[in-house]
Nanobody, 124 residues
Framework: QVQLVESGGGLVQAGGSLRLSCAASGGTFSSRGMGWFRQAPGKERDIVAAINWSGSSTYYAISVEGRFTISRDNAKNTVYLQMNSLKPEDTAVYYC?????????????????WGQGTQVTVSS
């Protein structure tokens, strides 16, 4: 069983930056693909970014490509999401998730393990 704990959310002005962290425990973190999802009020939980087990392959939603960067440190069992040039439409609860597989996956159904989420609010 994998446990995930996100941190780093908060309130930031448009154009600002935040870095989210997700610490994993229990299970084989270094062999799993990892993902970041987000859910705004009244909307579906959508993929933001994903990374494979080694960090050599990543996936980004079109809406964040060029602004967000996903990375991981397997020695620390941690995955990160660096968010730059934030926009009000990035406001959401951000969730970290661990995949069943080692590749970077974009489908929510590929992720059986989820963190509790961290709120990101971008003011205009």
């Amino acid at each position: 069983q994998v446990q995930l704990v996100e941190s780093g959310g908060g309130l930031v002005q448009a154009g600002g930056s935040l870095r989210l962290s997700c610490a994993a425990s229990g299970g084989t973190f270094s062999s799993r693909g990892m993902g970041w999802f987000r859910q705004a009020p009244g909307k579906e939980r959508d993929i933001v970014a994903a990374i494979n087990w080694s960090g050599s392959s990543t996936y980004y939603a079109i809406s964040v490509e060029g602004r967000f960067t996903i990375s991981r440190d397997n020695a620390k069992n941690t995955v990160y999401l660096q968010m730059n040039s934030l926009k009000p439409e990035d406001t959401a609860v951000y969730y970290c998730a661990a995949a069943l597989f080692s590749s970077s996956r974009s489908q929510r159904t590929d992720y059986p393990y989820w963190g509790q989420g961290t709120q990101v609010t971008v003011s205009s």
